[in-house]
Each structure stands twice: as C-alpha cells, then as structure tokens.
C-alpha cells in the first residue's frame, strides 16, 4: 500500500512535473535581458520589477498550456476508482504504470484536480487572446475613422457603441451564449461580421502603405485575402474544405460574444485617441505631402497610439478571462465535461466547506492568470510613459 504524500512531497512533485514550464521560462528570460535593448517596449519592460513578475505570471500559465499534454499526470476528463473527492497528494489505487498519486487531490467525478487545472490554461488562453486581439481590430478599424473623419459617420458609430455598451455587460453575455440562441442563425451572422473585419483591416493597412508600390501591395494584399478568406470560411461557417479551421458551435457562441462586448469599449479608447493625436504635427506632414486618409490613420496615428492600446489590450485578456470563467460557472457556452477553470470551481464549490481543494486549486490559477496580466499592463504604461 503506497502512503499518501505531505504537501512538501506534493510541492517537490509538482515542480519536478512542471519541468517544461521551468525551462520555457529560463529561456525565454535570459534571451529577453540578453537583447533587452534591441526590443523597443518589450525590452523596456525587464527594467520594471512589477512588469517582470506580471510577465513570468503570464508566461507561466502560457507554456503550461503549451505544453499541458507533458505536464499532466492523468487523463483530465478520466474517472477513477476510489478517488471521488480525495485528499491532495492521495495514491491511485492501481496506477497500472502511470503516475501514482492525484497531487492535488481529486474532484466530486472522481477526476484528477491537476491534471484539469493543467489543461483549463489552453482552454482559457486558446479563447482570451485571440478574442481580445479582434476586438481590438474591429475596435480600431471603426474607432479611427471616427475620431478622424468625424461628422456623422463619428455620430452613428458612437451612437451605436453607447447602445451596445448601456447594456448590462453579465446580462448581454447570458442573452448572447443562452442555448435558444445557439440553435438560431444568429450567432453564424454575427461571426461572418465580425471575423470579416480582421481580413479587411490588414487589406487596407497594407494597401495603404504600399499604394505607390503596386508589386508589393498586390502581393501582399492578395496573401492576406487568400489566407484571412480561407481562415474566415472555416471560423466563420465552418466550410473550410481542408478542415483547417474550424470551431465547435459551443465555442464559436463563447468566441462571438466576447468580441461583440469587448469591440465597443475598444472603440471609445480608439476614437479618443484619434481625436487627440489628429492635431500633431506628424499629421499636418503627412497630409501635407499627399498621404491619403487611411495612411495617416493607421501610419501616423496609430503606431503613436500603441502604448495605451498596448497596456488595454494586457488588461483586456484579464477582463476576458474573468468573463470566461463567469461564463463556464454558470454552466454557459462552453460543454458541461470541459476543464476550463469556471466549469471546475462551479463543481467544486458544491463541496467546497467540505473539500475545498477542487475549487480553490481553478481559483487560484484563474487569480494568477489575471494578477499577471494586470501587474504586466502596469509594467508596460511604467515604462511607456518613459517614452
């Protein structure tokens, strides 16, 4: 009979299991303070104490979802004998030659709190990321237009991100990802306008810069509407011949809804800084020689602008994850069985006076995630201010 293990033993296992995250983390630090100064704003970064541990927060949970098919010690969605409920550090009772011990314990189904807490990183980071970054491309691409042009088209585009915005921000998610709406053509609809705005947001960056080049913008434009369109039909409808891409309608629900919420608040910052920055003398130059409007928006304003979109979008992530986990604790948008973190503290917190460990190891990920990410935004604006 194997003895159940003390937390020192637990700790020393689950750093020996985190092996690749300790490596991936080693590497990537000493190539970052190695060519700090050649990085711009990322190198900038390692001379903030706060951005440094924001940053290996981040990064940590980053590779673990990488590589969360070492790092786990069981199958995550896996149900076994005697183990509903039990103890941190208590030992299978016929490992069969695998790992021998649920390290931190097991859930009310009898499956290894670990090993799902592992494999809910990727879930949260294979959705927070990518749905802040094409907000931030629909919120750019209507924001500069409507703190440049101004006049009616500012008028109607602002009227419509105060509409979306006055809603409750909890309430609108619920509306958005409720199963009656999933079986509708509702969320297809709003995904093939949505994720069309990433595809045409690269087309006119690049034709805007290589408008005097008309080899180069053709090739590159024709690139990206190539592989935006090939990637847009899969994401969007789910028609990629190749199965490439594609996105469970659980998923494509969750996926939609974020970037409808977060695109309005987006735009306010974008449109904002536009209306500030429109008045610099880098903009009189520009329009000066000839540059036509979408140049000088995303040529001239928009790379001056990076810092507070920059240090937005970190916080967005975090905003992001927070939704997220909202969402999969109370049972929406994402399937019952999932490891995402929300999921499992919603099953754990049944029993959590009673066995609290289920809940509290989710929790604890889901508050580091989003500590790092905030302390990471409060690194970058440190030292983008230094600018």
């Known amino acids: 009979m194997i003895d159940p293990l003390g937390w020192p033993a637990i700790l020393g296992h689950l750093f020996l299991q985190l092996w690749p995250v300790w490596a991936g983390l080693v590497v990537l630090f000493a190539l970052s303070l190695t060519y700090k100064r050649r990085l711009g704003l990322y190198g900038k970064l ?64 009898a499956r290894d709190v670990f090993s799902r807490m592992v494999m809910g990183a990727r879930e949260v980071l294979r959705i927070a990321p990518f749905a802040a970054m094409i907000s931030f491309m629909i919120g750019i691409s209507l924001g500069l237009p409507a703190g440049y042009i101004g006049g009616k088209l500012d008028t109607v ?82 028609a990629d011949p190749l199965g490439v891409w594609g996105m ?57 602008a990076r810092g507070p979109l920059i240090v937005d979008f970190c916080l967005r992530i975090g905003y992001t994850t927070i939704l997220l986990g909202t969402l999969g604790f109370f049972g929406l948008g994402v399937a019952p069985e999932s490891p995402d973190w929300g999921s499992t503290i919603n099953q754990g917190r049944r029993l959590l006076t009673v066995y609290p460990h289920a809940a509290l190891a989710p929790a604890l990920a889901l508050m580091s995630l989003v500590l790092g990410l905030n302390l990471l935004a409060d690194g970058l604006r440190e030292e983008s201010l230094k600018d």
Do not use: C
């Open 46 to 109: 390692f001379d903030s104490t706060v951005g440094m541990i924001g940053f290996a927060l981040v990064m940590f949970w980053v590779f673990a979802a990488l590589f969360a098919d070492m790092i786990i010690t069981h199958d995550p969605l896996g149900q076994f004998s005697g183990m509903r409920n039990a103890a941190p550090g208590t030992p299978l009772r016929d490992p069969a030659g695998g790992f021998e011990y649920f390290l931190l314990g097991g859930d009310a189904l």
């Open 248 to 304: 469970s309608p659980n998923l494509l629900n969750v996926f939609v809804a974020v970037v409808f919420v977060n695109a309005p608040t987006v735009f306010r910052i974008v449109r904002g800084i536009t209306l500030d920055l429109k008045s610099r003398d880098y903009v009189a130059a520009a329009q000066t020689r000839g540059e036509g409007p979408w140049y000088v928006m995303l040529w001239e304003i928009l790379p001056n």
């Open 157 to 238: 585009l602002t009227f419509i991100a105060n509409l979306v915005l006055a809603f409750p921000v909890i309430l609108l998610f619920f509306l958005l990802v409720a199963p009656e709406i999933q079986n509708t053509a509702i969320p297809r609809v709003m995904a093939g306008i949505l994720f069309l705005m990433p595809v045409l947001f690269f087309t006119v960056l690049l034709n805007a810069r290589f408008f005097t080049q008309p080899m180069k913008r053709n090739l590159y434009v024709g690139a990206v509407l190539v592989l935006g369109l090939w990637a847009y039909s899969g994401l969007a409808f789910n």
